[in-house]
């Protein structure tokens, strides 16, 4: 009997937790598990942070300084530690 299939992608993805304007943070491409990686500026006073589910690398940031994004949008990729 077969255990199936292992596979190890070391690839992560980072998405918008609210809709609104991304603002970037200024961080180096190291980031621990928690940290932010940005914000998303919502109607009025709203800032939302986007914060990294992982530790590693921050390989792009995808989302343009000043991009409105949505709920559940691709902000980075990383490469997980």
Request: glycine share 12%.
């Amino acid at each position: 009997m077969y255990d199936g299939e292992t596979v190890l992608v070391a690839e992560r993805v980072i998405v918008s937790p609210s809709s609104g304007v991304f603002v970037p943070a200024d961080n180096g491409p190291d980031v621990a598990e928690g940290a932010v990686i940005g914000h998303v500026e919502g109607t009025g006073d709203r800032r939302v942070p986007v914060t990294s589910p992982f530790a590693g690398r921050v390989m792009r940031v995808v989302a343009w300084p000043g991009e409105r994004v949505f709920t559940h949008d691709r902000i980075a990729w990383m490469r997980a530690a």
